[in-house]
């Protein structure tokens, strides 16, 4: 049972981390970009760019050094399928992206402002400084405008992502849990994987239902080697 939590709460706690990435440091592609040989993906009015997408898939492969050491190998990457992951990672995002933007779900100015405001790396002695927040965006070399841009395409992923889970059916979790031996911290931890596990499953199967109402292109060729 411990096995099945660790390998849940690893799944769930990558696909966030890539979504970050995705969206924080490079958004979601270019609407209007012309020429299609650095295009690793379309995904209706949205281009994955191939220099997105490697320096989404550097980042990535750094966490999971950081986390195997040397038991990390091409041989391990190959056999998680982490290119075609990463790159399924970035279609679904701007999937939702569409879908939100359809639904009419917006982040007004406010959300955006407390957000940006409670970012931990923005903070001295626990409280937003502004100075702060300008010096990291100036040496990441990130405008404040691309960067806020950015933060509502994370934070519409994020609020569409919660109004999927709230379709999900909670009732029936905790029978399944009554023949389940150990203490109730134990239960307690089990009926969260289960539900992260649903929600999880709800959000796929939204997706997969929308990519079948938009055209998507994808040159796996440019993420081969």
Known sequence: MLKVLRTHAKYFYVLFFIVILSFIFWGVGTVDQTGDA????????????SEEYWKTYENVLRFYRDIYKDRFDDEMEK????????LDSMINDRVLLIAAKD??????DDE????????????????FDNNVYLNRLRLN???VEAYESLKRQELTLSKIRRLIELSVDITDIS????????????????RQVMLN???????RSYIEGLKKQIKIKVNTQLISG
């Open 38 to 49: 650095g295009i690793v993906a379309e995904v209706g009015k949205y281009k994955i760019t």
């Open 79 to 86: 056999k998680m399928k982490l290119r075609e992951k990463i």
């Open 103 to 108: 639904a009419g779900i917006r982040i007004s």
């Open 112 to 127: 955006l402002h407390e957000a940006i405001t409670q970012e931990h790396a923005f903070m001295r002695n626990g409280v």
């Open 141 to 143: 070399r990130i405008t």
């Open 175 to 190: 029978p399944d849990l009554k023949e389940v031996s150990g203490d109730e911290r134990t239960a307690k931890m089990l």
């Open 197 to 203: 596990d649903r929600k999880e499953k709800a959000i």
